[in-house]
């Protein structure tokens, strides 16, 4: 019996060595693929595939009415439609969140920015550089399930005042896409009008 429980032990951390150094392709999403997630306030959001394109998803992401377009093999946000269709580069924050080919222990990064306050413009845009790092893979618990994730820590500082805040993401391929997020409790976070230590779950 103790030998059965030990060939199962090892059998299972074989499985997961094996999955943790395997690269991860991007998902397949179809249209009307969608993900409901619920924030810490209580808010739940819809995201859904609304489009396929040649070479990218078209994605309507929770109650915003601009749509993003995602690049088939990276999935990194490519464009965005605004309101009317004008399509225009993306200036999203998260639009290099998933680089795939994905594994354990890969790097990557951007460079977004933006004004540092509603309406003011005269002081200009502030550069902010974004820094991935897939850390891991954990066994993560949603009100969905349990899902084993790639870890996946997202950093942005500020480069005028060199403050910073991570975000924890988790990417599951089961799920074929992130499902879970959770910020540092940072005022960083609160100048970023993100909310102080937000905690999102996929549903």
Not at 108 to 120: E, M, R, T
Not at 150 to 156: A, D
Not at 169 to 196: D, T
Request: glycine share 10%.
């Amino acid at each position: 019996m103790k030998k059965a429980i030990l060939l199962g032990c090892l059998l299972l951390c074989f499985v997961s060595t094996v999955w943790a150094q395997e690269k991860c392709d991007a998902p397949l999403w179809n249209v009307g693929d969608k993900w409901t997630f619920k924030r810490a306030d209580g808010v739940t959001l819809t995201n859904e595939v609304i489009e396929i394109k040649q070479d990218s998803y078209i994605l309507k992401t929770g109650g915003s009415l601009i749509l993003n377009g995602y690049d088939k093999n990276s999935m990194n946000i490519k464009f965005s439609i605004k309101e009317g269709g004008k399509q225009v580069e993306s200036d999203n924050f998260f639009r290099k969140l998933f680089d795939f080919p994905i594994s354990v222990g890969k790097k990557w990064g951007d460079v977004a920015s933006a004004y540092p306050g509603v309406g003011i413009t005269k002081m200009g845009k502030i550069l902010y550089d974004l820094d991935y790092k897939v850390e891991g893979i954990e066994e993560i618990s949603t009100p969905a399930g349990k899902f084993k994730a790639y870890k996946i820590q997202y950093n942005q500082t500020n480069r005028n005042s060199k403050r910073s805040g991570g975000i924890r993401f988790w990417y599951s391929p089961e799920v074929k896409n992130w499902m879970k997020r959770e910020a540092e409790k940072k005022p960083f976070w609160g100048e970023q009008r993100n909310g102080k230590g937000c905690e999102t779950h996929f549903l």
